[in-house]
Structures are given as structure tokens and as C-alpha cells.
Nanobody, 118 residues
């Protein structure tokens, strides 16, 4: 099983980024997926989730600014996190997760750094 994130980087406040997570090695189409983030000195925060049926949830801190989507292909799934109106407090390492819910997830990606400058 592999979850590989990409798309992180440095952006100015108010800007946008789109993170991607390429998932392979399991039947991701039948499982929930999501994005976590962790900023230095802070606890991990579940940012957004998407169920196998496409239902989405968001943390209050990103509601209305972030959007989680996924594309189901035959052997791989790509999940996205579109991040708009970025704020310095969005600076964190963002992790793709799968096969889980709430605080318990079986698979984690390696993380991608997002830095928002003021």
C-alpha cells in the first residue's frame, strides 16, 4: 500500500495550492480517505475527509476555503485537497490518510510541507 502526496510548497497569504495523493496497493474505492495536518508544536488536526460514496467533512478552520475530492481509476485513486484563501496558520505538514475514520487511520502518506507566508 502506498500513499504519495505532492503539491506542497511556499505560497503567499491569500493564495492557493492543490495537494494530490496517489493511492495504490489496496481497494481505496471502498474506504474513507482524508487529509491531516500538523504544525510545529501543535497537535495533528484532521482537515477533511471523503467517504467511499463521496460524502465530505471539513474542520471548522478550513470550511469554505478547502475542498476535498477524489478520482477513482481502475487500479489507483488520486485524492486532492484544493486549498484557497490560504492563511499563515495553514502552514503545516499535510498527510494523506486512508482506511479509517476520526482519529484512527490505517495508512498514512509521508507528508508534504505547506508554508504560507504573511
Amino acid at each position: 500500500v502506498q500513499l504519495v502526496e505532492s503539491g506542497g510548497g511556499l505560497v503567499q497569504a491569500g493564495g492557493s495550492l492543490r495537494l494530490s495523493c496517489a493511492a495504490s496497493g489496496s481497494d481505496f474505492s471502498r474506504n474513507n480517505m482524508g487529509w491531516y495536518r500538523q504544525a510545529p508544536g501543535k497537535e495533528r488536526e484532521l482537515v477533511a475527509t471523503i467517504t467511499s460514496s463521496g460524502k465530505t467533512t471539513y474542520a471548522d478552520s478550513v470550511m469554505g476555503r478547502f475542498a476535498i475530492t477524489k478520482d477513482n481509476a481502475k487500479d489507483t485513486i488520486t485524492m486532492y485537497l484544493q486549498m484557497n484563501s490560504l492563511k499563515p496558520e495553514d502552514t503545516a505538514v499535510y498527510y494523506c490518510v486512508s482506511h479509517g475514520w476520526g482519529k484512527t487511520w490505517q495508512y498514512w502518506g509521508q507528508g508534504t510541507q505547506v508554508t504560507v507566508s504573511s
